[in-house]
């Protein structure tokens, strides 16, 4: 083959093109972000920590006025409930991770016994003797800690958004360890990086938060929770899925958990 | 002072700590990028289309977007995306429809080198990605790799299959004229 041609193709089609209107882009995008963050709105604020699992609480957004967006879903399709301690109903919800970034929402369907917070999730008993914990995050990591027991959402070491800086990012929370190494993956469609983690078990008085979110609050480690997690490249913004359980969750319930994350399709917001 | 990356043609991108508007970015890397997508999908109309549709993505982003490290590589592979996720709905339809039987339209004046396009469009479209991506967005195996998600050595097995497979068509395109 003559790479030649392909350069000469380059250069000749490069010159042809011509710009579009960037202002018509920029503007499309803000009714994008607009859209979105009008959605997010609508969620109550709450602060609640669990002491197992990786766990959220909910950050106030303030008093923005919710915007209906145009709603093409099916009518089985309702918007998940958020960081609200009660059972769910069983059914397909549409999730959003973040409301400022671009990212997409995505679909996932949950079985019956499952409790609403930031992702579906189920615990019983005390957690520091025979008790268990399953859950499920669908988030959008914006810092994480780099101090254990002093994190907070002001003090984190911020990640860009792209995957790749997420991935590098979690490999340095401390209280949290990647037990295997990180390996290329498909999910949903996307690119993704699938890592295995187990929080490293030191006791917090105010909880050992790892990491804070675009929407969804600070994610707090448990006192000893294994997590099978996806850095999943959605358009070039990172998503985390994070599903979370104890040594002691019985494998029914760990089967629920994984049955969650099979349903899930990331929505196009288009 | 910024970081400069240089490419294999020798031109400089500037990245790094130095952040820049939109307009910045999209003066030094719309039309590449079109051409990119122009080569990975064959198709000029939907290169342009998901090219654009990757800087309203950035412009939804905002300052976010503002602070990543490679602009242009975030677009790319925005823009590769969305067309992997349409080609994924297009494929139950295509299945049922009738055949097109007429390529997609050509970009304007490009007449002398429609050959090369012509070729890349009969390619598998995993050989044409990576040919795309490492002939026109000059990027080096491994970055492919990251950005197809596949492994290093397949990019390779690929682009030594595609390279044969264009060489193919392009001299039996000469022999035609």
Known sequence: MNELELREFRTRAEELVSLPDLADLESRGRRLRRRRVALGASLAAAVLALAGGLVVTQRDDGNQTPIEPPDERPPSEVDYPGPVMEPLAPGTYVLRPSLQNGAPEVRLTVPPGWNAWQGPNRFDGDLNTTGWYAGVLVVDVTSVASKKCRYTAATGAAVDGSAADLIAAINRIPGLRVTTEAAPAELFGYPATHLHLRTAGAFCRDGNNLFDTEQNGLVIGGTDTLADTWVVDVDGEAILIDVGFTPTTPTEIRRELYEIVESIEVVDPE | ?177
């Open chain 2, 1 to 177: 002072m910024p970081e400069k990356e240089t490419l294999a043609t020798g031109r400089a991108v500037s990245h790094g700590s130095a952040e820049r508007t939109l307009a910045e970015v999209f003066e030094l890397s719309y039309r590449r990028l079109v051409v990119q997508m122009y080569g990975v999908v064959g198709d000029f109309p939907e290169a342009e289309d998901v090219v654009q549709e990757a800087f309203v993505r950035a412009s939804a982003a905002g300052g976010r977007f503002r602070r990543v490290d490679n602009p242009e590589a975030w677009l790319r592979r925005t823009a590769i995306n969305l067309h992997r996720n349409r080609w994924r709905k297009l494929r139950n339809y295509n299945r049922v429809r009738p055949r097109l039987e007429v390529s997609p339209p050509d970009l304007p004046g490009l007449e002398e080198h429609v050959t090369v396009i012509e070729s890349l469009r009969q390619l598998p479209s995993s050989q044409r990605e990576v040919l795309a991506l490492h002939y026109l967005a000059d990027l080096p195996v491994l970055e492919v790799s990251e950005l197809l998600g596949v492994p290093e050595g397949t990019v390779k097995s690929r682009l030594m299959r595609g390279r044969e497979a264009l060489a193919a068509l392009l001299s039996e395109e000469d022999g035609h004229e």
